[in-house]
């Protein structure tokens, strides 16, 4: 099977390519990245002279690059995207032209090469914010999205769908919750504050910390993805998380914990606007239809994911550097 994976020099994506390789070392992966601030080959380095795996530098908005790449390809797997909030706040207009723009590209080069499967990337934030008593989110959940980085994907989300409906199309998606581990770009808040406070700095803490997220480790995202492609229903949506909902301050002090520090690294600083309060998942149809369910406990996961930080230091002091300083500036107002 020959794949073409969009975005797979981003964090899930480039974890997700080292995940397919492994277990399916015959097929053939084609990874089309543009290599914005979030795309790093670094996170390749292991797989890139794999003879069965190829990087393509490239825009999903270039229409003529797109239909050219998936002539022979059996699969398209789009991770690519815009994927941090903040920076959706600070500016959306990349997120309208990657998330929205960029996906219809994809969607048409499929249609358009005899209808090639489709399966599309998306996340819990499309479904909006739960309050504590709320039911978790599922695959039922009316779309809600309050952030222009959510809004971004609801409507790529949409567009896949409408692809199926009107075009036969044959798509999945899914939407998966909050994911962790190495070689998550350290704008994030559980890489964020692991290097900070590797560095000696402190760690910026939304609000009270009492929003809450639910996280799962992106080995257990790329399980769930391979699941579904090999055992989903075609025009199918499969919610994916890690039954793992946690308070950010929570998650903050297993942190400091794990790195042998105390609450005297946290700064509570300004709330992100519009925060969305909580994410929560139902995953009963991915477990009754997959026989897919998260395997990595939180604790394991965090303390792999420190340690990966501390051991890879190089990778992410190269890119807290340049323009990422002038994001951090902007949004937490400090060097
Ligand atoms: P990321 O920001 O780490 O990586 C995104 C990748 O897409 C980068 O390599 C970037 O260079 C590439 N890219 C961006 N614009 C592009 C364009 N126009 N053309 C080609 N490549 C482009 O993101 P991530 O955290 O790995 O997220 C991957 C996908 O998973 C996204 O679709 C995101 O919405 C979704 N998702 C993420 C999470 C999460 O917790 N990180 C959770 C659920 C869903
Ligand atoms: O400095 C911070 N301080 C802080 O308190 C940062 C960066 C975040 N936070 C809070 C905001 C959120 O409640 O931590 C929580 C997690 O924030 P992010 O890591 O920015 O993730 P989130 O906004 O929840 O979105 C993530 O999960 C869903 C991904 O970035 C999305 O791509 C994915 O779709």
Redesign the pocket.
């Known amino acids: 099977m020959k794949i073409l994976v969009?975005?797979?020099?981003?964090?899930?994506?480039s974890n997700f390519i080292r995940y397919w390789t492994n277990k399916y070392p015959d097929d053939k992966i084609v990874n089309?990245?543009?290599?914005?601030y979030?795309?790093?080959l670094e996170n390749l380095k292991d797989i890139e002279n794999n003879k069965n795996y190829e990087f393509i530098k490239?825009?999903?908005?270039d229409a003529d690059l797109v239909n050219d790449l998936v002539k022979d390809v059996d699969l398209i797997i789009h991770?690519?995207?815009?994927?941090?909030v903040d920076r959706s706040i600070q500016n959306s207009e990349d997120f309208i032209?990657?998330n929205v723009l960029?996906t219809r590209v994809l969607l048409d080069a499929a249609k358009n090469n005899g209808n090639i499967r489709f399966h599309h990337?998306?996340?819990?934030e499309v479904f909006g914010a739960l309050g504590l008593d709320d039911e978790p989110f599922n695959e039922d959940t009316p779309y809600d999205p309050r952030s222009p980085y959510s809004a971004s994907?609801a409507a790529s989300d949409h567009l896949a769908r409408a692809y199926f409906h009107t075009h036969k199309l044959p798509i999945t998606i899914s939407n998966?919750?909050?994911?962790y581990g190495p070689f998550?770009?350290p704008e994030?808040l559980i890489p964020l504050f692991i290097t900070n406070l590797i560095e000696g700095e402190k760690v910026p803490v939304y609000g009270k910390g009492e929003n809450i997220r639910d996280w799962i480790y992106v080995d257990d995202h790329n399980a769930g993805v391979d699941a579904i492609i090999k055992k989903g229903r075609i025009g199918e949506t499969y919610c994916l998380g890690g039954e793992n909902e946690i308070t950010n301050l929570e998650i903050t002090k297993k942190i400091l914990n794990l790195m042998g520090m105390g609450e005297e690294m946290i700064e509570y600083v300004k709330d992100r606007p519009g925060h969305d309060f909580r994410y929560a998942m139902d995953i009963t149809k991915a477990k009754n239809e997959l026989g897919w369910r998260p395997k990595i406990k939180f604790e394991e996961g965090l303390k792999k994911t420190v340690e990966w930080y501390k051991n890879n230091k190089d990778w992410w002091r190269g890119i807290k550097s340049g323009s990422y300083l002038e994001y951090y500036k902007k949004q937490y107002g400090r060097n």
């Open positions: 969009t975005g797979g020099a981003g964090f899930i994506g089309l990245d543009a290599l914005t979030a795309g790093n490239g825009d999903i908005r991770f690519a995207a815009e994927s941090h032209k990657t960029g990337i998306s996340t819990d994907k998966c919750t909050n994911n998550q770009f994030k």
